[in-house]
T-cell receptor
């Protein structure tokens, strides 16, 4: 069956360290993978998109890798700050061939807490 | 620009009643999506409009759910009659570009539905 797993429900790290979040998937062949940030009471906010033929993508302190052989994406936040505390969601972009449409298929998310 | 607006932010109803959720997408965005997060589960796709047409409604759970987007502007999602398992947070999202795997979605804050 198809499954997306984010390695842990919660992750605590010290301020200034690098946070690494993992997204593993099975029985999907996504052409794209996206990462979102969600704060309590808010909707997901887009952070980064990576294509299947890209190994790595960076944006400021954020870095995403995508290994289609391992079926895994890693999301890194360097020099983490308390303001980075939030839930981070991995989302596969899955084509729904019946409609020529694309759906986001989300993982459950990892709640990151950056401790001052 | 104004973001995606959802109303109400929270609705509490009794089993068997009807609730209508509304979403105002970003002006000019042809693509409008509904997603739902049930307690303890991941965010799941419900359906996708392109302008006023339903492009993909493969995620709609059953015929108690009716989504409309008259005139291709705002959308409503009606649940009638509501059941306990319909409780959750309903997110609306919109995007401007022709739907592709690289689409970036802007989400609203969600409408929390509690069915008692």
């Amino acid at each position: 069956s198809q499954k997306i797993e984010q390695n842990s429900e919660a992750l605590n790290i010290q301020e200034g360290k690098t946070a690494t979040l993992t997204c593993n998937y099975t029985n999907y062949s996504p052409a794209y993978l996206q990462w979102y940030r969600q704060d309590p009471g808010r909707g997901p906010v887009f952070l980064l998109l990576i294509r299947e033929n890209e190994k790595e993508k960076r944006k400021e302190r954020l870095k995403v890798t995508f290994d289609t052989t391992l079926k895994q994406s890693l999301f890194h936040i360097t020099a983490s700050q308390p303001a980075d505390s939030a839930t981070y969601l991995c989302a596969l972009v899955v084509a729904y061939s019946g409609a020529g449409s694309y759906q986001l298929t989300f993982g459950k998310g990892t709640k990151l807490s950056v401790i001052p | 620009e104004a973001g995606v607006t959802q109303f109400p932010s929270h609705s509490v109803i009794e089993k068997g009643q009807t609730v209508t959720l509304r979403c105002d997408p970003i002006s000019g965005h042809d693509n409008l999506y509904w997603y739902r997060r049930v307690m303890g589960k991941e965010i799941k796709f419900l359906l996708h409009f392109v302008k006023e047409s339903k492009q993909d409604e493969s995620g709609m759970p059953n015929n108690r759910f009716l989504a409309e987007r008259t005139g291709g502007t705002y959308s409503t999602l009606k649940v009638q009659p509501a059941e306990l398992e319909d409780s959750g947070v309903y997110f609306c999202a919109s995007s401007q570009d022709r739907d592709s795997g690289a689409n970036v979605l802007t989400f609203g804050a969600g409408s929390r539905l509690t069915v008692l």
